[in-house]
């Protein structure tokens, strides 16, 4: 504010050397609002205190093309100061001498347009010039640029004879962007004799200097340095800042609960990083400064807000009418006063309140011009359609193709409420009904994306219209598939057998429904009048047929490499646009699952739940936190995987069963048996399942999980029943991978519990015949239970195999029982290694959270024989290794801890934030300081530290 005081004691001088009959001229300029009528006013009120005669004129750009509009101000205002001074003997222009007062009337009435300028320009200058022989007279005049060139003329007539009055002239003069100025302005400004002040905008000091007279308490230099950048040091916008700041301060004072303000609107206020608050008082600042530079520029205002992220110069000239020379002046401007960044609005909030006080009509017609001219220079389909969404149904040919793609984009991208808006529109904007229906079976998809549960009657309400032929292709397979989800599989095959009649061009569509019906719903593939064609996912195919055949792969054939490889295709090709290849992700993560890659597996579903974050599209987020379900299941995270399983059941589940929804429910089962919540389990089961569930791939997990939750609670001869269907039906769908369900293993426990040992050992003999199918977990079980069968002394090799099989896969809770029964084992051959191989099992069991399998490892069920602990005051070999222990440095001792609660080494690496290679060198000076060889050894020495814990 320094800069303006000293300006103000610059124009003070000239007033005063007016005075003594010198006259003077000064031009005021600055960009506009940055306080230029602010200044000419102040010097006005000192005028005037001073006991000069002020004669004040504002010129405006709607009145620029009328002659003489300024002049009639200007003589209107000395015809106030002859009426205000009007009394004899007062010294002022009331008390002219007899005669003249007549001249002044006439002088003083208004000029027609078709006067003579010369005539007109020497009456005024009469006048004026008897005004001052009274008193020193200040005219000012502020944005002259917008005065007419009639008055123009009068003025500089009055400059050019400035030397012989006490006369003042001061204007101020702001950005011309759109006028080119009239030759008499600058004859007129720029005089010799003119002195010219330059309004910069404000400083940082300046800014604090407003802020500290307008604030109870002194901002910080942080808040000030933003607030200076974000109103480019424009006084209108800084004090808009400043009362924001004041504002927020005295709401934030009052006691209660404080809203939380996070989406930028003109009715909200959001915070930025720097402590500026910015809400309605700006946002009314920033209007308020647009229509002080005129029509135009709020023109070209709205023309950026309804533009926004799609603006070009070009589309930008095109849609305001403005030439591109022009338009680079108003950029600059809007530049420099902070609304810009590059041609995009700066604030959301800007925009919204420029749309905001858009007239209707206007704001309609301009979307529907924007859409037509980013349609013609290719702008992506969906920046075209949200124009149209504000425009509503138009019947142009090429209107329904791009709110069709748009809806695609935007659910690939998961926003797909938006995708929904696209299609409904859609809908309506076609009078062709092929196209329409067209536009139904994709809004159909949406709805499942959106809602999957309540999906089911618009996939339902499209059969009629595709056996009618008036919806075929693509768009039939998608509908059949939505039925498919749903279980409608009378009305799913007559689509699908209406469809596939052998046409080439939809060979490759046939085959991805193949692949979907083989992997989720195996049961209907016999069933339908005419095979789908099989063929091959070419490296070519979309990410979904590569994941569907992936799927359906390691179903038949284990732990195909060639299907690993194409599902892990499907994660590495979606790096780049990761949320375009939603469909294909689901079931690329239960390929890896199906092959026990687990940890591979679990990677992924990181990587991908982490993406889905950001997007609304329920439907594919319920269906991979599904998968993530299972996979926590299979990893010994029980607890999670009940928790994953609920959320997604929720999002899945509605009146009707589907194939995902049973999924998550029979993850809820088969956790809540392991953990052994029998009620959670029993409660799960109370619904009746459809007859159709058992004709998928989730009829399979389901029947498998009721069955160990009928063995877990002693129900036998149920659980056979449960496990023998299993497997008959695994068998005639050709996909009897134990990954899937390991119905042998089951069975085989139940015929243990009956007994009869010789004919679970011929479950696992036909179990282990089968060819090799590369799955690590599922051997590990095998082994387990095959070691079960054996004789009791034949039992700790197979089952150390087992255990070494299971921990490297990474399936904890099955790793737990193997240690369990190899500590029974040992037990019952009065092997030392009994007692730590049981805390071993039941530390793991316990970060399971498998509760059952803990209380039957507690210590206290071990017989009083097998306590191996020595007697008080022996100093026997635990002894020993409790000395050895006490030896080791801090992180040994935390890396010694967590093996012998039977962590991988993997495990201990990620819990103690260290590499793998750091854990093995740990493991071996653990092992050399305590003189011991292997984790069996280490328990012991564990054991005699934390017995107690146990």
């Known amino acids: 504010m320094k800069e303006r005081d000293k300006i103000l004691e610059q124009l003070d001088d000239l007033l005063i050397q007016s005075t003594r009959g010198r006259g003077a001229i000064a031009a005021i300029s600055g960009s506009t609002a940055v306080g230029k009528t602010t200044t000419l006013n102040a010097l006005a009120e000192r005028a005037t205190s001073a006991g000069s005669t002020v004669l004040s004129v504002v010129s405006s750009p709607h009145e620029r093309e009328v002659p003489y509009s300024a002049l009639a101000q200007l003589l209107h205002s000395i015809e106030a100061q002859c009426v ?91 950005v011309s962007v759109d006028e080119q100025p009239a030759r008499v302005l600058d004859d007129l400004l720029y005089r010799t004799s003119a002195r010219h002040f330059h309004l910069e905008p404000l400083s940082r000091v300046d800014i604090m200097g407003l802020a500290a007279s307008r604030l109870p308490v002194l901002p910080s ?59 309605p008082v700006f946002y009314q600042a920033v209007l308020a400064y647009l229509h002080r530079l005129g029509p135009r520029a709020v023109r070209l205002a709205r023309c950026l807000a309804l533009l926004d992220e799609s603006t070009t110069p070009l589309l930008l000239s095109r849609l305001s009418g403005i030439d591109p ?30 749309l905001g006080e858009m007239p209707h009509g206007e704001a309609t017609q301009q979307r529907y011009r924007a859409a037509c001219l980013l349609n013609e220079g290719g702008a992506p389909p969906q920046a075209v359609a949200m124009h149209l969404l504000s425009v509503g149904p138009l019947h142009d040919g090429w209107v329904l193709p791009v709110l069709q793609e748009a809806a695609s984009h935007a659910m690939e991208d998961g926003d797909v409420p938006q995708g929904i808006r696209y299609l409904e529109l859609a809908c309506e904007c076609s009078s062709d009904e092929g196209q329409r229906l067209s536009a139904k079976s994709l809004y159909a998809y949406g709805q499942w994306q959106l809602r999957p549960a309540e999906s089911g009657p618009h996939f339902r309400a499209l059969k009629g219209p595709i056996l009618e032929g008036k919806l075929a292709g693509n768009d039939a397979l998608w509908v059949a598939e939505g039925m498919l989800f749903h279980l409608n599989f009378e009305e799913a095959l007559e689509v699908v057998d209406h469809v596939n009649t052998g046409d080439e061009e939809l060979s490759n569509a046939l085959h991805s429904t193949r692949m979907l019906m083989a ?71 239960l390929a890896l699952c199906y092959a026990d890659q687990l940890d591979s597996a679990a990677t992924w579903y990181e990587l991908v739940a ?30 999670d995987a009940v928790r994953q399983a609920e959320t997604a059941y929720s999002r899945l589940s509605g009146p009707r069963w589907n194939v995902s929804s049973a999924l998550a429910l029979t993850v809820l089962v088969e956790a809540h048996t392991a953990m052994g919540n029998h009620q959670a389990a029993a409660k799960h089961l109370a619904a009746e399942p459809p007859p159709a569930l058992f004709l998928t791939r989730a009829g399979l997990h389901y029947l498998y999980a009721r069955g160990r939750h009928h063995l877990a609670t002693g129900n036998t001869y149920l659980a056979l029943s449960d496990f023998q ?180 080494n993997r495990e201990i690496a990620e819990r103690l934030f260290i590499t793998v290679s750091t854990v093995e060198q740990h493991l071996t000076r653990v092992y050399r300081k305590m003189g011991i060889r292997n984790r069996e050894q280490l328990l012991q020495g564990a054991h005699a530290v934390s017995y107690e814990s146990v």
Request: with cysteine; glycine share 8%.
């Open 84 to 174: 205000a001074t009007d009394g004899p003997g007062d010294g002022g222009p009331g008390s002219l001498r007899p005669g003249r007062q007549a001249e002044v009337a006439a002088a003083l009435a208004p000029p027609g347009a078709h006067d003579d300028p010369l005539t007109v320009a020497r009456r005024t200058y009469q006048v004026i010039a008897e005004l001052t022989t009274w008193r020193p007279v200040l005219i000012t005049v502020d944005d002259i640029q917008h005065t007419d060139t009639a008055t123009l003329t009068c003025l500089r007539h009055l400059a050019q004879r400035l030397t012989q009055l006490s006369l003042t002239l001061v204007f101020t003069h702001g």
């Open 221 to 279: 230099d942080r808040l000030i340095v933003e607030i200076h950048r974000l109103s480019g040091g424009n006084p209108l916008l800084a004090l808009a800042l400043i009362e924001e700041h004041r504002l927020r301060a005295a709401s934030e004072s009052v006691p209660g609960p404080v809203p939380q303000q996070t989406t930028e609107g003109p009715g909200r206020q959001t915070t930025t990083e720097g402590g500026a608050s910015i809400g």
């Open 325 to 354: 020379e022009l338009l680079k002046r108003y950029i600059r401007l809007f530049t420099s006063m902070g609304v810009l960044d590059g041609v995009r609005l700066r604030h959301a909030g800007v925009r919204q309140a420029v």
């Open 519 to 589: 992997a989720e719903v195996p049961g209907l593939l016999e069933r339908l009048n005419r095979p789908l064609p099989a063929t091959t996912a070419p490296a070519t195919s979309h990410a979904e047929l590569r994941a569907r055949h992936a799927l359906a792969l390691v179903l038949e054939n284990g732990a195909d490499k060639y299907a690993i490889a194409l599902a892990e295709q499907v994660f590495q090709g979606s790096q780049s646009r990761p949320t375009s290849r939603l469909s294909g992700l689901p079931k690329a993560l």
């Open 610 to 639: 982490a993406e889905m974050e950001g997007h609304d599209a329920p439907g594919w987020r319920a269906q991979i936190e599904g998968v993530g379900a299972l996979l926590s299941l299979r990893r010994g995270r029980l607890a």
């Open 725 to 904: 269907e299993c497997g008959t039906l695994m068998r005639r769908w050709n996909i009897d991978s134990p990954s899937l369900a390991p119905w042998r293993l089951g069975e085989a426990e139940v015929w243990l519990r009956l007994g009869d040992r010789e004919q679970a050992a011929r479950l696992i003999e036909k179990q282990l015949a089968h060819p090799d199918m590369g799955l690590t977990r599922s051997r590990g079980m095998t082994l387990h239970t095959l070691a079960l069968v054996q004789a009791t002394a034949k039992q700790p090799p197979i089952l150390r195999d087992a255990f070494r099989l299971l921990e490297a896969s990474g399936a904890r809770y099955e790793a737990a029982a193997v240690l369990a029964d190899l500590s029974r084992a040992y037990q019952q051959l009065g092997d030392k290694r009994a007692r730590p191989t049981a805390r071993r099992a039941w530390r793991l069991a316990k970060s399971c959270q498998a509760e059952s399998l803990c209380q039957a490892l507690l210590p206290t069920s071990m017989p009083q024989s097998m306590d191996t602990r020595p007697a008080e005051g022996s100093r026997g070999p635990d002894r020993v290794a409790q000395d050895s222990f006490g030896t080791l440095s801090e992180s040994e001792r935390r890396v010694a801890m967590l093996a012998a609660q039977g962590y991988a």
